[in-house]
C-alpha cells in the first residue's frame, strides 16, 4: 500500500507504459522506458476532487498525467484564488519546484477523475544525467509556463466544456451545434457530444479531446446519468435555463466538487429575442451559485458568438480607472473602441470608471452614453450641494439622484455583460467587489469619495471611493477571464500645480462662480486617491494587453464641463494604440489551434 499525495491510503497500481500520444516519441517518455525508471517510477489513481499537492507543500516528486484533468490554483493572502489553468494528459505537473528544491507554489487538484504517473526527485535527476535532453525539454517547458505566470496567463486553457440543462424544455444539443460552428469560424475544431458517450472509458474521452481544440458535452434536462457524467469531465460547466422563467425550488446542477470549490461553473441564462433587459436573474444565481451569469437571446448570432469568444480566451475585457472629471475620456475611448470593431464582453472599473463601465454594460451606445453622462455630470455640477463639512463636503443627494434617474434599480446580474466595481472597505482595509446586488448602490459606493461625498454604509461596513485602495482593478478583471484586456488609465502624467491650491477667499470663489466645482480641496483629495505609483503601473501593464493612457493634463480633475476635450482625447489616444497594435485585440491572446500546430510542427 502507498499514500497518495492528498493523504488518502491506494494500492498502487502495475505501471504500464502505455502514455497518451501527445508523450510519444519525446525526451519525457524516456523518463518510462528502462527497467531503472520502470523500478522507481509508480501509478496511481486521484479522484475528482482531491488534490495532487498542496502550496507549501515539499516537491519530492515529479508528476506526469495519463488521463484525466488537473487544475492548477494560486492563493494569494488577501486575494480571491485565481485558476490558472489546466494540465492534461501527457504533461507534467511540479516540475518548477522539483527542479528549484523548493516548496510547491500553487495547489495542484483533480478536475476528473485522473490518472497520474508519479517519479521521485533522485530518481528524475538519475534519469536527467542519463538522457540530458530530457532536462532540455523540462525547461522549455517550464519557460513557457513562466511566461505565461508573468502575464498572467494560464498555464493551460480549459478546452473541455459541459452545456447541461437544467430545466425542461431547452434544446441542448441543437444550441451547442450552433455555438461549435460560432467556434469554428474563429480558426478551431469544435466537436459536440452527446449521452451516446455515456458508457465511453476514460481513454475515449481524452483521445477525442486530445483530437479537436474544444469538445463540448451535450446534455439535455432528460438525460440524468449523462449530465451526472458531463458535471465530473469538464474543465468548466455551463448550467443553461431561462431567463424570463423561475427557477425550480429544487434545481440540480450536477456539478463535481472541484468545479463548484473553483468556480468554474457558470450559467447561460436565454431571453426572449425582443427583451429589452435581463429581470430577476438574482434568483437564478441564488439557486445555482455560479461563478458567472451570460445572457442570450434567443437566435441572436452575436450573443452566441460572444459566448464562443469566452470559450476560445478571445472574450476582451475593458478596464476603465477613476480619474474625476477625467474619466470622460473613457467615453471617447468605447467609441473608438467600437469603431475599429473591438468586441466588449467583460466590463468593469473604479469611481468615474465604473460609472461608464456599467452603460456600456447596461447595452448603451455612444449617443446614449454622451447624453446620459452630459444629463448627470456637465450640465451641472455633481458636487456643488455644499454641506457643513461634519462627514463630507457635500450631501451626496445630486448624485444619489442621478444614479436613480439613470440606473434606477437595476441588479449587476440583470446587465448584458458581466460587470464589476471596485469600492474601497475602511472597515476591512481592503477593496470592496461589488459583482451582485444594486446597480446604483454599488456605483454610490465607488464614487463616494472621503471628505468629499458622505460614505455608504453597507450592514458594518463603510465603503468609500474604490480608487482609495485599487484605482485601476485590472488584476480583478484577469480573474474573471482568460481573453485580452484593455486598460484606459486616465490618472497619468501633470495633475495638481501650484496654482491649483493657491489661497483664495472664500468670497472670491463664490463670486468666480467657481464653487459649483466643489472647493478647491475637492481637487486634493480626488487627486490623492488616484496617484498611481510606478509599482502601480507596472501591475499594470502585468494585468493589461492593451494600456491606453490619455494624456489629459489640460483637465482639471474637477472640471466637470470640459466634456469634449476630455472625450477627443481619450478617442485620439484609443485610436492611436489600436493603429499600433497591427494584429486584431481579440488575436492577442489567442492560442495554437491543432491544425497551425501540426504546420508549425512540420516546419521544425
Known amino acids: 500500500m502507498r499514500r497518495s499525495p492528498s493523504g488518502a491510503t491506494q494500492p498502487s497500481l502495475p505501471l504500464v507504459v502505455n502514455l497518451p500520444d501527445r508523450m510519444a516519441d519525446t525526451a519525457l517518455s524516456r523518463l518510462f522506458t528502462g527497467d531503472e525508471a520502470l523500478a522507481d517510477a509508480r501509478m496511481f489513481s486521484l479522484p475528482g476532487g482531491q488534490h495532487l499537492f498542496d502550496s507549501g507543500d515539499a516537491a519530492d516528486e515529479l508528476y506526469f498525467l495519463r488521463a484525466g484533468r488537473l487544475g492548477a490554483i494560486k492563493r494569494s493572502e488577501g486575494e480571491e484564488p485565481r485558476f490558472l ?84 424544455g431547452q434544446l441542448v444539443r441543437d444550441f451547442c451545434e450552433r455555438l461549435a460552428d460560432c467556434i469554428e469560424t474563429l480558426g478551431f475544431s469544435a466537436v459536440v457530444v452527446g449521452p451516446e458517450a455515456v458508457s465511453a472509458p476514460t481513454e475515449w474521452f481524452s483521445t477525442v479531446e486530445t483530437d479537436h481544440d474544444f469538445v463540448i458535452y451535450a446534455a439535455e434536462f432528460a438525460d440524468v446519468a449523462w449530465r451526472s457524467l458531463v458535471g465530473r469531465q469538464v474543465d468548466r460547466l455551463f448550467l443553461l435555463g431561462r431567463g424570463d422563467e423561475i427557477p425550480p425550488m429544487k434545481l440540480e446542477t450536477h456539478a463535481s466538487e472541484p468545479l463548484v470549490r473553483q468556480r468554474l461553473v457558470d450559467l447561460l441564462l436565454i431571453q426572449r429575442p425582443d427583451c429589452k433587459r435581463p429581470e430577476g436573474s438574482e434568483t437564478w444565481l441564488d439557486a445555482t451559485g455560479v461563478a458567472r451569469v451570460f445572457h442570450l437571446r434567443e437566435d441572436n448570432g452575436e450573443d452566441r458568438a460572444r459566448l464562443a469568444r469566452v470559450i476560445t480566451g478571445q472574450s476582451v475585457g475593458l478596464v476603465l480607472s477613476g480619474g474625476g472629471a477625467r474619466a470622460y475620456a473613457h467615453v471617447g475611448a468605447i467609441k473608438a473602441l467600437r469603431e475599429a470593431g473591438v468586441p466588449l464582453d467583460f466590463v468593469g472599473g473604479s469611481s468615474m470608471g465604473a460609472i461608464v463601465a456599467a452603460g456600456v454594460a447596461l447595452g448603451w451606445d455612444n449617443a446614449e452614453m454622451e447624453t446620459r453622462i452630459r444629463n448627470a455630470f456637465v450640465e451641472s455640477s455633481p458636487l456643488d450641494d455644499i454641506a457643513l463639512p461634519l462627514v463630507a463636503m457635500t450631501r451626496g443627494a445630486k448624485v444619489r439622484e442621478r444614479l436613480h434617474e439613470h440606473f434606477g434599480d437595476v441588479d449587476m446580474a440583470d446587465l448584458w455583460l458581466p460587470f464589476f466595481c471596485i469600492s474601497s472597505n475602511l472597515t476591512s482595509g481592503a477593496y470592496q467587489l461589488h459583482r451582485r446586488g444594486s446597480l446604483r448602490h454599488a456605483l454610490r459606493a465607488s464614487i463616494s469619495l472621503p471628505g468629499v461625498m458622505p460614505p455608504v454604509a453597507d450592514g458594518n461596513s463603510v465603503l468609500v471611493d474604490g480608487a482609495v485602495i ?18 484606459v488609465d486616465v490618472t497619468r502624467g501633470r495633475s495638481i500645480t501650484a496654482e491649483d491650491v493657491r489661497s483664495e477667499t472664500i468670497w472670491r470663489w463664490i463670486l468666480s462662480g467657481d464653487w459649483r466645482r466643489g472647493p478647491p480641496i475637492v481637487s486634493l483629495l480626488m487627486r490623492a486617491a488616484t496617484v498611481s505609483s510606478g509599482r502601480d503601473l507596472i501591475a499594470a501593464r502585468e494585468a493589461t494587453d492593451l494600456l491606453i493612457l490619455p494624456t489629459v493634463d489640460g483637465v482639471e480633475i474637477r472640471n466637470w464641463k470640459a466634456f469634449e476635450p476630455a472625450v477627443e482625447n481619450g478617442y485620439r489616444t484609443t485610436r492611436d494604440a489600436l493603429d499600433k497594435l497591427g494584429k486584431p485585440v481579440t488575436d492577442m491572446r489567442k492560442r495554437t489551434s491543432l491544425r497551425e500546430q501540426s504546420v508549425i510542427d512540420a516546419q521544425s
Open 85 to 168: 489553468g489546466v494540465i492534461r494528459p501527457g504533461e507534467p505537473a511540479g516540475e518548477m519546484a522539483v527542479i528549484a528544491g523548493q516548496p510547491h507554489s500553487a495547489t495542484v487538484v483533480a478536475l476528473r477523475d485522473s490518472e497520474i504517473i508519479a517519479l521521485p526527485a533522485p530518481a528524475f535527476f538519475a534519469a536527467v544525467e542519463r538522457d540530458p535532453d530530457v532536462m532540455i525539454e523540462v525547461s522549455r517547458l517550464m519557460i513557457r509556463r513562466a511566461r505565461s505566470g508573468a502575464s498572467s496567463a494560464p498555464v493551460g486553457e480549459p478546452s473541455v466544456f459541459g452545456v447541461v440543462a437544467v430545466v425542461q
Open 470 to 487: 485599487k484605482n485601476f482593478p485590472a488584476d480583478v478583471m484577469r480573474s474573471m477571464h482568460l481573453g485580452p484586456i484593455i486598460g
